[in-house]
T-cell receptor, first 113, second 118 residues
């Protein structure tokens, strides 16, 4: 089976940088993904790491260390609209499009003025 | 990009009735769709995997006779909550992936259905 751990809540101010950590345990490993979900909305895909290192997409970056079973999402230049829940997710089977994701418990980010 | 349309967005039903939720992939074919349930302030929990032309695969603890899944075409999957009870009130979300896009595009989610059983 799989399990993922994330902090439950993070608070930061506008313009700041925040890092959301995720540790995982899986029987196999085929990448770590990050999703954003605003209250009442659907999750939206942010990033995916299959290999060690940092992936940057605009203000968001994601890092993976497979040896440590650890990853993080880095949000820079925080904006009020970034207030949302952030989920890390894994799939423990080779991707065929037929394997669902397992999500972490989610980190609720609150950005304050 | 890949779009998944889910209807209805919200529904209120009486206890004992059935509710059908539809999920359509609009610009790609989805041989597989996933149905999740999310309770307030909690994570998404996989209920079942819907496979086009074959039976759905249910996660442990999910009653297949209560949550009926039909995946009759490459673009449509439906979830029917039968004999709904207040404890079935939740946010139901479907998901699929456009395989053409590759893993960098991630999975696409429907907008979700807020079910309230009274």
């Amino acid at each position: 089976g799989q399990s993922l751990e994330q902090p439950s809540e993070v608070t930061a101010v506008e313009g700041a940088i925040v890092q959301i950590n995720c540790t995982y345990q899986t029987s196999g490993f085929y990448g770590l993904s990050w999703y954003q979900q605003h209250d009442g909305g659907a999750p939206t895909f942010l990033s995916y790491n299959a290999l060690d290192g940092l992936e940057e997409t605009g203000r968001f970056s994601s890092f993976l260390s497979r040896s440590d079973s650890y990853g993080y999402l880095l949000l820079q230049e925080l904006q009020m609209k970034d207030s949302a829940s952030y989920f890390c997710a894994v799939r423990d089977q080779r991707d065929t499009g037929r394997r669902a994701l397992t999500f972490g418990s989610g980190t609720r980010l609150q950005v304050q003025p | 990009g890949a779009v998944v349309s889910q209807h209805p967005s919200w529904v209120i039903c009486k206890s004992g009735t059935s509710v059908k939720i539809e999920c359509r992939s609009l610009d790609f074919q989805a041989t597989t769709m996933f149905w999740y349930r999310q309770f307030p302030k909690q994570s998404l929990m996989l209920m079942a995997t819907s496979n086009e032309g074959s039976k759905a695969t249910y996660e442990q603890g999910v009653e297949k006779d209560k949550f009926l899944i039909n995946h009759a075409s490459l673009t449509l999957s439906t979830l029917t909550v039968t004999s709904a009870h207040p404890e079935d009130s939740s946010f139901y979300i479907c998901s699929a992936r456009d395989l053409v896009g590759g893993q960098r595009r991630g999975y696409t989610f429907g907008s979700g259905t807020r079910l309230t059983v009274v």
